[in-house]
C-alpha cells in the first residue's frame, strides 16, 4: 500500500491531504522507531515528533500574492494561538484559498512569509505539515480505492491514527467505507476528506471550505467533530463563507475583501465595534433621524423606521424621547449584517463609504 504513495502523480496527494509535500515524493517508505510505515519525506523531522514548537499555530507576516498584475492576497498579518478556531470568511475569490496555499506551502508568497507552530512554511514544510491535517473544498481522491482503503492509506501517510474515533466519525458520517471512491457522490468524498483528517488528531486543521456539499444533518456531525477538536485543545483554520457555520464554531472570525483583511477579532468585540440595529415605530409621520450624528437610516416605511446607529446611542435616544415613539427594537448587528456591511448585499465589495463606516469603529 505504501507503495501507492511514492509512485502517485506529484501533488496529487496534496490535493487531498496536506502530509503530502508535492516534489518530495521519491523513494522507498521507510519504516520508523515509531513503529509505522513513514513517507519517505517524513524522515528528516521525524526527531520533532509530538514536541510543539510554537505556541502560535499560525502566524504570518505581511503575507501577500500576487498573479501577474493581479495582487489577490495584500500583506495579511495573522496569529491565530493554539487551541483557537479561527473563522476565515470571505465571498468566492476574496483570496481564501490563496491564503490556505500559502499556509501549505503549496504557493511560493510574492512577499512576506507564514509560519506553522513556529516553521517556515516554505523552508520547514515538511515539520509544519507532521502537525497538520488539510482539507480542501474538493478532495480529489483515487478512485478505484475503497473509502475503507483510503483511509487506511491516508492514516499511514499521516503517521497518526486514532482508530475508534475514525471509526465513530465513519458512523457519525453515515459513511459506506467499502464503497469504491468512484461511487461516492461529491458529499461523501468530502466525508471521507474530513473523517480522514479528524481520525488523525492533528494539532492544527486547516479546513478550506470544508462543508461544500454535506447536508444538513451531516453539518451538524462536522460541527460536533470540530467542537471535540477544541475540547481536546486542536487548532483549526476554518474558511468559509457559511455565516451560522462560523457563528456557530469560531472564537475568531476574520473577514476577507478582495485580499485584504478587513476585520478581525471575535463576534462580541466585532459586534461591539460595530453598529447596533434600531427600529422604532412612531404615531405619525417619523422625524429625520438621519441628521443624527453616527446614525444611517436603512428603510423608512410609513411609521416605522429602521436605523443603524455607530458610537454611542444617546443622541438618537434623545430625539426620540420626544417624538412619539410607540415601539423601539434594538440588537446587536448578526454576523450576516457585520459582513454585508462590508460587502452589501450582493457580495461585491461595499461601496467606499460603507466599507470606511466598517473600519472606523
Ligand atoms: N493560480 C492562479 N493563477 C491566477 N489567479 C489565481 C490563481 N489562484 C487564484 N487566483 C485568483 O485569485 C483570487 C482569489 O482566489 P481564491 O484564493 O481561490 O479565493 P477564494 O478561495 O476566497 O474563493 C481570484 O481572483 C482567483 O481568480
Ligand atoms: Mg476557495
Redesign the pocket.
Known amino acids: 500500500m505504501p507503495g501507492w504513495v511514492a509512485s502517485r502523480p506529484k501533488g496529487h496527494l496534496a490535493n487531498c491531504h496536506a502530509r503530502c509535500t508535492p516534489g518530495e515524493s521519491e523513494g522507498p517508505p521507510v519504516r520508523c522507531g515509531g513503529g509505522g510505515v513513514l513517507p519517505p519525506w517524513s524522515r528528516a523531522s521525524w526527531r520533532d515528533e509530538g514536541r510543539l514548537v510554537s505556541e502560535i499555530a499560525v502566524r504570518t507576516d505581511g503575507l501577500s500574492k500576487r498573479?501577474?498584475a493581479?495582487e489577490?492576497l495584500r500583506a495579511l498579518d495573522l496569529e491565530v494561538p493554539r487551541g483557537e478556531v479561527l473563522g476565515y470568511l470571505?465571498?468566492?475569490?476574496?483570496?481564501?484559498?490563496?491564503?490556505i496555499r500559502l499556509l501549505l506551502g503549496l504557493l511560493r508568497p510574492s512577499a512576506g512569509r507564514a509560519e506553522i507552530f513556529g516553521f517556515d512554511s516554505q523552508r520547514q514544510a515538511v515539520e509544519a505539515h507532521r502537525r497538520l491535517a488539510y482539507v480542501p473544498g474538493e478532495a480529489s481522491l483515487w478512485p478505484s480505492l475503497t473509502g475503507a482503503e483510503t483511509l487506511h492509506l491516508l492514516g499511514r501517510v499521516q503517521g497518526s491514527l486514532d482508530r475508534a474515533y475514525r471509526d465513530l466519525l465513519v458512523e457519525r458520517f453515515q459513511l459506506d467505507p467499502s464503497k469504491k471512491v468512484r461511487a461516492y457522490s461529491k458529499g461523501n468524498r468530502q466525508k471521507l476528506a474530513l473523517i480522514a483528517a479528524f481520525m488523525a488528531r492533528p494539532d492544527l486543521l486547516v479546513l478550506?471550505e470544508p462543508t461544500n456539499g454535506l447536508d444538513p444533518l451531516m453539518e451538524q456531525a462536522f460541527r460536533a467533530c470540530v467542537a471535540e477538536a477544541r475540547s481536546e485543545g486542536q487548532t483549526v483554520f476554518l474558511?468559509s463563507h457559511i455565516l451560522s457555520e462560523v457563528e456557530a464554531l469560531c472564537d475568531r472570525v476574520g473577514i476577507?475583501r478582495d485580499?485584504e483583511l478587513v476585520e478581525i477579532g471575535t463576534l462580541t468585540e466585532m459586534r461591539h465595534l460595530s453598529a447596533l440595529s434600531v427600529e422604532a415605530t412612531f404615531d405619525s409621520a417619523p422625524p429625520d433621524l438621519s441628521r443624527i450624528p453616527g446614525v444611517t437610516v436603512v428603510e423608512v416605511d410609513d411609521h416605522r423606521v429602521r436605523c443603524q446607529v455607530h458610537g454611542t446611542v444617546e443622541p438618537l435616544l434623545k430625539v426620540l424621547a420626544v417624538s412619539g415613539v410607540h415601539e423601539l427594537l434594538s440588537r446587536e448587528p448578526s454576523l450576516e449584517e457585520l459582513f454585508l456591511a462590508h460587502y452589501g448585499a450582493t457580495g461585491a465589495p461595499a461601496t467606499a463609504a460603507a466599507a470606511e463606516s466598517g473600519h472606523d469603529h
Open positions: 498573479f501577474g493581479q489577490v470571505g465571498p468566492n475569490g476574496s483570496g481564501k484559498t490563496t491564503t478550506d474558511s476577507l485580499g
